[in-house]
């Protein structure tokens, strides 16, 4: 692997107000689309030897619009499974449990179709599909979420887990993990796509 460029999908309907969007699978917005399309001068005329993208339409519909062809859908790309949070903003939560932070508090159990994830369950997704980007031949393309997105990066770095406060990431951006001297690094990070600069 020679880098690895992640896109984070452009914004929907929840994502605009700070709702808590793990397994409910929102649409882009108007403007969501318009976010997807400017990440195409990243993907046209490069190649890529993997191109994984979440199950989640926002973020499929985003590849789509970027113009990423020939994708694996891969569900260890979700989004944290928020659990009992989905669907709520951080300032809702704190009005029952003040100071709540993710990355320090975790979420509570949902239902059936949210029952929940850990930041460590999310990093052993995380590290699956840092395996598989390693064993490809050439640049690699994820098109996934920002909290998930996050805790890849903190172990892309060696970091745990938590680390992924650490790296704000807004809709519609692109980053690029990659090696210096054959050690992991962080080579671009939540860059909006108007200071694109050739990857």
């Known amino acids: 692997m020679d880098e690895m460029l992640l896109l984070r999908h ?4 929840w994502s605009k107000v700070g709702k808590h969007t793990g397994r409910t699978d929102l649409p882009l917005t108007g403007d969501g689309e318009e976010q997807a399309r400017a990440l195409a001068p990243l993907v046209k005329g490069r190649e890529f030897g993997l191109v994984l993208v979440s199950p989640a339409q926002r973020a499929r519909r ?8 020939g994708y694996d ?12 949070y989905e669907g709520i903003t951080t ?18 159990p949902g239902d059936a179709e949210h029952p929940g994830e850990s930041a460590a369950e999310v990093a052993a997704r995380a ?7 390693r064993a490809a031949q050439g640049r690699v393309a ?9 805790v ?13 406060r650490l790296f704000k990431l807004d809709t519609g951006t692109y980053s690029r993990l990659g ?16 200071c694109l600069q050739a990857p």
């Not at 452009?10 to 309907?13: K, L, V, W």
């Not at 890849?152 to 992924?164: F, K, M, T």
């Open 127 to 133: 590290d699956r599909v840092i395996d598989r980007a």
């Open 62 to 69: 985003t590849a789509d619009l970027a113009g990423l062809n």
């Open 152 to 164: 890849l990066a903190a172990r892309w770095l060696g970091l745990g887990p938590a680390e992924g």
């Open 91 to 108: 300032p809702e939560i704190r009005e029952s449990r003040p100071g709540w932070y993710l990355w320090r508090d975790g979420v509570i």
């Open 179 to 194: 090696l210096e001297h054959a050690e992991p690094v962080l080579m671009a990070w939540n860059a909006p796509v108007d």
């Open 73 to 84: 859908v891969d569900a260890d790309l979700w989004e944290w499974d928020y659990g009992g």
């Open 10 to 13: 452009g914004a929907t309907e």
């Open 142 to 150: 994820l098109v996934a979420h920002g909290h998930f997105l996050r």
